[in-house]
């Protein structure tokens, strides 16, 4: 899942309700034990909990969105299939232009 709008600091932005954004933000963090997809754009709104703003919001309205369009996929692994589960990682250097924080993901 990937975010469309840039995520930045804007300062003349009206700010949102700090407290519910980051019950928002848990809710999402605990989810991406289960739905690792989700773990890079819900990063990337985490780092805004303090001073979160419409646009970041919105964001954070459109992960729900995609979650609740997605609840009957899953994977289905039964336990004689030899199958091996592999996971990989990533990590994007600096990539926030605010505060030069890195970001990473897994799939």
Not at 69 to 74: R, S
Request: some cysteine; aromatic content about 10%.
């Amino acid at each position: 899942m990937e975010i469309k709008d840039k995520l930045d600091l804007d300062q003349n932005r009206t700010l949102v309700n700090a407290t519910k954004y980051r019950s928002m933000i848990g809710a999402l963090m605990y989810l991406t034990s289960s739905r690792p997809e989700i773990v890079h754009a819900t990063c990337l709104c985490a780092r805004y909990q303090a001073k979160p703003i419409e646009k970041h919001l919105k964001e954070v309205k459109r992960i729900f969105h995609y979650l609740r369009g997605t609840i009957n996929m899953g994977l289905w692994y039964s336990k004689d299939s030899g199958f091996e589960l592999t996971g990989f990682s990533d990590a994007d250097y600096t990539r926030c232009k605010d505060t030069f924080k890195s970001t990473s993901g897994g799939a």
